[in-house]
């Protein structure tokens, strides 16, 4: 993968670094690529600037979240003007910009569910990080040390976005079993569902976890209908494992991604190397038999 992969904003849970590790594991050309947590879509992106399909299902059940990565693909213009306008208006508040961040959130808990407002929030808030309370009212904290994305590198990136995905793509904000369900033969899913053991709880903005016996069964459904997918799931950080791991009756081979130095560990005056471990379908097995050996996080960095 050469060059620079664009993306729009910084996003918690992205697998942009880890894509070209990914994507080792895909074939090079196949029917669709469907995303049933798509997040900021890194995957989806990463596979259209590399050309291995030209037919995309981005689902996310976070339906703001959705709205944001649809409107860069399909009105970069309006996005980056709406952005560009939101993004400004915080300087107008002098010293307070907080406030301004704030504000914003405001506005979009009450209803103003504009992707700029969205894109806003996920510029500015802690870690790119999205959260909702138990009303569903996003309450993430904003990141008092920066402004957020530059309009100007916006706009490069999303135009970027737009050229690779624009007329290919559908978009949905559906249950992951309803997009599984949907899947089939020739398709390729990338599953990466929600962090293990954070939540089970469920509301009508945002699925904050996936209950492990539930999430086997759906993946059996797709084992059943021959569809292929790679799984995002458990992994281990200075030694310490994380997540449960999927069960052999699965028949995915597990291969281990170096996702690089953990920013928690340097925190904690540690260098602690974050590994991510990446579930390959039976079908795709040959591919995976016939792929080099796994790059390093700087090989695959470069």
């Known amino acids: 993968m050469n060059g620079k992969m664009p993306h729009i904003v910084q996003y ?35 596979t259209a ?8 299902w ?29 993004w400004k208006e915080q300087f107008s508040y002098g010293e307070d910009h907080v406030q301004h961040f704030y504000d914003v959130r405001e506005r979009f808990n009450s209803g103003d569910e504009k992707p700029a ?26 990141d008092k040390r920066r402004h957020g994305t530059n309009p100007k590198t916006l706009e490069q990136n999303v135009y970027a976005i737009a050229c690779l995905l624009n ?6 904000a559906l249950d992951y079993h309803d997009v599984l369900e949907m899947a089939k033969s020739g398709d390729l899913v990338y599953i990466d569902p929600p962090y293990q053991g954070v939540t089970n709880v469920r509301d009508n903005r945002y699925f904050a976890g996936v209950p492990f016996d539930e999430f086997v069964q759906a993946i059996e459904i797709l084992n059943r209908k021959g569809v292929d997918y790679l799984i995002s799931y458990d992994g281990t950080c ?3 494992e994380y997540g449960e791991e999927l069960p052999q009756s699965l028949c995915c081979k597990k291969v281990m991604l170096n996702a690089g130095i953990s920013s928690q560990s340097l925190l904690l005056g540690k260098k602690s190397i974050t590994f991510e471990a990446l579930y390959v379908s039976k079908g795709l097995m040959p ?8 790059l390093s996080f700087l090989e695959a960095m470069s």
């Open 49 to 56: 600037y590399e050309n291995r399909t030209n037919c995309f």
């Open 117 to 142: 407002n969205m894109l806003y929030l996920l510029a500015r808030c802690v870690k790119g990080a999205v959260r909702y309370g138990k009303t569903g009212n996003f309450n993430q904290s904003p």
């Open 287 to 294: 591919i995976f038999n016939m792929q080099p050996q796994q």
């Open 58 to 86: 981005i689902n996310d059940l976070n339906q703001p979240l959705v709205n944001l990565v649809k409107e860069a693909v399909e009105n970069p213009k309006r996005l980056v003007e709406d952005y560009s306008a939101v």
């Open 238 to 240: 200075g030694g310490k």
């Open 167 to 172: 007329g290919k793509t559908i978009f949905s």
């Open 12 to 46: 918690q849970g992205s697998k942009r670094i880890l894509a070209p590790q990914i994507l080792q594991y895909m074939p090079q050309k196949f029917s669709r690529l469907i995303e049933p947590f798509a997040g900021m879509a890194a995957i989806s992106i990463a």
